[in-house]
């Protein structure tokens, strides 16, 4: 057991790396203005084009880790990074900095599958959605490091330095990666052989044909797309421009995010682990908090009093655990061989929707301005996808369920018959299922 924990740990740093890296370009968004000569608008499309690139590696990523398992995905993934943090800090051209983008977005891509996929090969099922959960949030200090220390390092030394620290720290994930991670426990777990174009299309189709698939997409496409919108883009210049809040005002209430997150966290996943076939009413739950604490602001003629963007921001923040439990829909929906691929589609949902709402809101801001009744009118963008992912999971849990025999019980039932008997809760099913 202690192999297992050191084997994740490393998995987890390589993680952290990796959001290190996604989020570094962000960071030094003025010194990239100076040293690229460009406008904000262009720099801009550096996040968009992370997300389009992430988004767009997912399937790849999830049938490569497949195939070659999360020890050889994590080596590689840490080296693409790292060669995209060495050609930015060495460059000044606009096109090399968007091969370096592209670059770090294909390894992110890569690790997180990877990172993910060491949870169930490595530990029994009960631990496993809450080790999933802790690898999703101790993920986010990359984000506190490239907001922290590699700022001050581009503060104090320069450009150059910075990144090429980062990209050191890239290089130590890949060595850690490959001398510690072992992708099973097991010699000799089976992998699926190579295949032809023709038989990879048809796993894809079976993979996503399998409505807890389905289900585990649409999860994560309504609970992740709006607090990633807010974080990655919108939430400062909306904090601020929109609301009228200092910048030091706006940083701390992305520091409450985080820390909403961390707190929330492993309470999903003991909540999901306890009680397994509840999984999307935990989702539906979050989606719809999400969406009333929006509506609740919006429908203000004026800003929000601060406590009320503090409320907004917990709940918000809690759909980013929330959308973790997509995941283990899809790990406990497919086999092993395609928990990979299943992972990667799932993924997409929350991207993409992100994707489009950040290119939605744009366009509205550009027609209506960047003030309070701009804003007010950009974050409307939300509300389709919203209720896409709403009928995508009623839809694809019944769908679920009917594919694998799965009985449901009331859950007033289940808790009458635990505290009747005194037993442990199995979630008033028999079989897997969302």
């Known amino acids: 057991m202690k192999r297992a924990w050191l084997v994740w740990s490393v998995g987890v740093f390589a993680y952290i790396v990796a959001v290190l890296h996604r989020t570094s370009f962000g960071v030094a968004g003025l010194q990239a203005g100076e040293r690229f000569g460009v406008e904000p608008s ?49 460059t000044d051209s606009v096109g090399l900095a968007v091969l370096a983008r592209v670059l770090v977005g294909s390894g992110d891509a890569f690790t997180f599958l990877a990172a993910l996929r060491l949870v169930p090969e490595w530990f029994p099922p009960r631990r496993v959605p809450v080790l999933m959960q802790l690898t999703g949030i101790l993920g986010q200090i990359g984000q506190v490091l490239s907001a922290v220390p590699l700022l001050a390092i581009l503060g104090w030394v320069g450009w150059e330095p910075a990144f090429l620290s980062a990209a050191a720290v890239g290089l130590l994930a890949m060595m850690l990666a490959l001398s510690i991670v072992r992708d099973s426990p097991h010699p000799g777990s089976p992998r699926p052989p190579g295949e032809g174009w023709r038989e990879v ?22 609970t992740q797309f709006s607090i990633t919108t807010f974080a990655l883009m919108w939430g400062v210049p909306y904090l601020v421009s929109g609301q009228g809040l200092s910048l030091g005002t706006a940083g701390m209430l992305l520091t409450v995010s985080v820390v909403a997150a961390i707190v929330a966290g492993p309470l999903i996943g003991v909540l999901t682990a306890r009680y397994p076939l509840r999984r999307s009413y935990l989702v539906l739950t ?32 809690i759909g980013g655990p929330g959308s973790v439990i997509g995941f283990d829909i899809a ?41 309070f009744q701009g804003f007010r009118l950009a974050w409307l963008v939300q509300y389709p996808f919203w209720l896409l992912a709403i009928v ?43």
């Open 331 to 371: 790990r406990t929906s497919n086999p092993s061989t395609a928990m990979g691929t299943a992972q990667g589609m799932v993924n997409i949902g929350g991207f993409s929707a992100c994707l489009l709402t950040i290119q939605g809101m744009g366009l509205v801001l550009d027609a209506a301005g960047l003030g």
């Open 201 to 222: 299309a048809r796993q894809i189709r079976v993979v996503w044909g399998r409505g807890g698939t389905r289900l585990g997409f649409f999860s994560h496409m309504g």
């Open 286 to 317: 979050s989606i719809c908090a999400t969406m009333t604490m929006w509506t609740v602001v919006l429908a203000l003629p004026h800003p929000a009093p601060l406590w009320l963007l503090i409320l907004l921001v917990i709940v918000i923040s």
């Open 392 to 434: 995508g999971i009623v839809i694809s849990r019944t769908t679920a369920r009917r594919e694998q025999g799965i009985e449901v019980d009331p859950l007033y039932k289940v808790v009458a018959r635990r505290r009747r008997r005194g037993e442990r809760s199995d979630g008033g099913y028999r079989g897997r299922g969302g």
């Open 42 to 90: 262009v720099l801009s499309s550096f996040v968009v084009l992370q997300v389009v690139v992430y988004a767009g590696m997912q399937i790849p990523s999830g049938l490569l880790v497949d195939r070659f398992g999360s020890r050889f995905m994590l080596t590689i993934g840490a080296l693409l990074m790292s060669s995209g943090q060495i050609v930015l800090a060495l």
